[in-house]
C-alpha cells in the first residue's frame, strides 16, 4: 500500500487549494480513505473521509461547507478540495488508509 500525498503551497487567506492522494496497492472501491491534518504544535486530528462503495463523506466541523472530497477510482486517486481557506487550516496534511499513512503535503494560509 502506498499513499503519495501532494498539492500542498501557500495560500491567502479565502483562497482555495486541492489535495490530491494518489494510491496503489489497493483498490478504493472496497477500502474507506481519509485526510487527516496536523498542526504546529497540535495532534494530528480528522478532517474528511469517504467510504468505500456508495462514497458516504464525513467532515469534521471545522470544514463542513468550505472542503471537500472527491474521488476518482480510475486514476485510484482521492482529492481534497479545501475553499475559503482560514489562517487555522494550516498544517500538514495526510491521507490515510487503514494503518498505513502518506508523507503528507504542507498547507500555509497567510496574508
Known amino acids: 500500500v502506498q499513499l503519495q500525498a501532494s498539492g500542498g503551497g501557500l495560500v491567502q487567506p479565502g483562497g482555495s487549494l486541492r489535495l490530491s492522494c494518489a494510491t496503489s496497492g489497493f483498490s478504493l472501491d472496497y477500502y474507506a480513505i481519509g485526510w487527516f491534518r496536523q498542526a504546529p504544535g497540535k495532534e494530528r486530528e480528522p478532517v474528511s473521509c469517504?467510504?468505500?462503495?456508495?462514497?458516504?463523506?464525513n467532515y469534521a466541523d471545522s470544514v463542513k461547507g468550505r472542503f471537500s472530497i472527491p474521488r476518482d477510482n480510475a486514476k485510484s486517486t482521492v482529492y481534497l478540495q479545501m475553499n475559503s481557506l482560514k489562517p487555522e487550516d494550516t498544517g500538514r496534511y495526510y491521507c490515510n488508509v487503514g494503518q498505513h499513512w502518506g508523507q503528507g503535503t504542507l498547507v500555509t494560509v497567510s496574508s
Open positions: 469517504i467510504s468505500a462503495g456508495d462514497g458516504t463523506t
